[in-house]
């Protein structure tokens, strides 16, 4: 079955850097856009940021110039690359991956908590 597994979220100090990986399994990863997006308890989740199976970045207004979206097909992984980071950009992270065809395939990591301390 499609398993996506997102890891490198923790504790970092406002103005620092994290990683966050999501490695795809049981899915074509290169046919897939893919895409992070973060909630935080009492809000909806958000966008991120989005990359498309052909390699087109999409970033939320909030992040755009911090953050970096990538995609490793080879290894069937996502990357997000977080810099400066700010308190409000504390949240639970996933992972999200669609494909549409004649149905419309959309599978999410279980999250990884990201804190940001002023």
Not at 18 to 41: E, H, I, K, N
Request: glycine letters at 12%; hydrophobic letters at 30%.
């Amino acid at each position: 079955q499609v398993q996506l597994v997102e890891s490198g979220g923790g504790l970092v100090q406002a103005g620092g850097s994290l990683r966050l990986s999501c490695a795809a399994s049981g899915l074509t990863f290169s046919s897939y856009d893919m895409g992070w997006y973060r909630q935080v308890p009492g809000k909806q989740r958000e966008l991120v940021a989005t990359v498309t199976s052909g390699g087109s970045t999409n970033y939320a207004a909030s992040v755009k110039g911090r953050f970096t979206i990538s995609r490793d097909n080879a290894k069937s992984t996502l990357y997000l690359q977080m810099n400066s980071l700010k308190p409000e950009d504390t949240a639970v992270y996933y992972c999200n991956a669609n494909y549409v065809t004649h149905r419309f395939y959309d599978y999410w990591g279980q999250g990884t908590q990201v804190t940001v301390s002023s």
